[in-house]
């Protein structure tokens, strides 16, 4: 990646209503780079989708915090990172296979595919009893003048 030209961080607790405050803060961040509409949403939807599997999979029935940090770099790209400090996942790549959860039957079980769909990068690493860190990397299409 290139020289990072701006960063942030959140801390927040793991109450379902912090998700949307997460996914509205990393957009107005992340508008800086002017993405465009599709690149907007699908930033706010792997927030979203990170963020929720910390609330529901990571605390569960617990309160805990979540840190959602976001770096911006030269050539239009950012990275991503979603950390918690609950359950951990037990098997990651069972975790990232389509359909996949450990919810009730609310649940769809498309987080991680929606996360790697929308990301140009991603990467998971979780430690049972310690938690979970989702990082990922968008690069933005460059704008025409």
């Known amino acids: 990646m290139r020289a990072v030209i701006n960063k ?3 801390k927040f607790e793991s109450h379902s209503v912090n998700e949307a405050f997460a996914r ?3 957009g107005a961040f992340v508008a800086q780079l002017d993405p465009t509409m599709e690149e907007l949403g699908d930033i706010k939807t792997v927030v979203s989708e990170a963020v929720t599997n910390a609330i529901v999979h990571g605390y569960a029935d617990k309160c805990g915090f979540i840190t959602v940090t ?4 030269e050539g239009r790209a950012l990275e991503l990172k979603v950390k918690d400090a609950g359950c ?3 098997n990651v790549e ?3 296979q389509p359909m996949f959860t450990t919810g009730d039957d609310t649940r769809s079980g498309m987080g991680f595919t929606i996360m790697e769909t ?3 990068k991603m990467r998971v690493r979780s430690t049972l009893g310690k938690g ?3 990082a990922m990397v968008k690069v933005l299409k460059e704008r025409q003048a």
Request: charged share 20%; no cysteine; net charge neutral.
């Open 8 to 10: 942030m961080s959140l």
């Open 94 to 96: 069972q975790a990232r």
């Open 118 to 120: 929308f990301t140009d």
């Open 24 to 26: 509205q803060a990393v």
């Open 132 to 134: 979970t860190l989702v």
């Open 88 to 90: 951990g996942i037990e």
């Open 70 to 73: 976001v770096r911006l770099f």
